[in-house]
Nanobody, 122 residues
Framework: FQFVESGGGQVQAGGSLRLSCEAH????????FGWLRQTAGKVREFVAT????????VYAEAVKGRFTISRDNAKHIVYLQMNDLKVEDTAVYYC????????????????YGQGTQVTVSS
C-alpha cells in the first residue's frame, strides 16, 4: 500500500488549497478513506472521512463548513478541498485508509505516505 499526498503549500489566512491523495495497491472502491493532520509536537487528529461510495462523510468540528472531502474511484484519488484556511489549520496532512473502529478515530486509520505540509500565515 502507498499513498502519494500532494497539493500542500503556503497560503494566507482566508485562502484555499486542494489536497490530493493517490492511492496505490488498494482495491480502491472497497475502502473508506480519511484525512488526518499533525502539527509539530502534537498528536495526529482526525479531519474528514468518506465512505466507498461517497455517501457517508464526516468532518471534524474544526473544519466543518470549510473543508470538503471527495473521491474519484476511477482515478483512485481522494481529495480535500480546504477553503477559508486559518492559521490553526497549519499541519502536515496525511491520507488514511480506514480499518476498524470509529470512523472519526485517528486510531482507525493507517497512513502509508509522507503527508503534505500546509502552512497558513496571518
Amino acid at each position: 500500500f502507498q499513498f502519494v499526498e500532494s497539493g500542500g503549500g503556503q497560503v494566507q489566512a482566508g485562502g484555499s488549497l486542494r489536497l490530493s491523495c493517490e492511492a496505490h495497491g488498494f482495491n480502491f472502491v472497497n475502502w473508506r478513506f480519511g484525512w488526518l493532520r499533525q502539527t509539530a509536537g502534537k498528536v495526529r487528529e482526525f479531519v474528514a472521512t468518506i465512505s466507498w461510495d461517497g455517501l457517508h462523510i464526516v468532518y471534524a468540528e474544526a473544519v466543518k463548513g470549510r473543508f470538503t472531502i471527495s473521491r474519484d474511484n476511477a482515478k483512485h484519488i481522494v481529495y480535500l478541498q480546504m477553503n477559508d484556511l486559518k492559521v490553526e489549520d497549519t499541519a502536515v496532512y496525511y491520507c488514511g485508509a480506514y480499518g476498524v473502529g470509529e470512523a472519526e478515530a485517528v486510531s482507525s486509520y493507517r497512513t502509508y505516505g509522507q503527508g503534505t505540509q500546509v502552512t497558513v500565515s496571518s
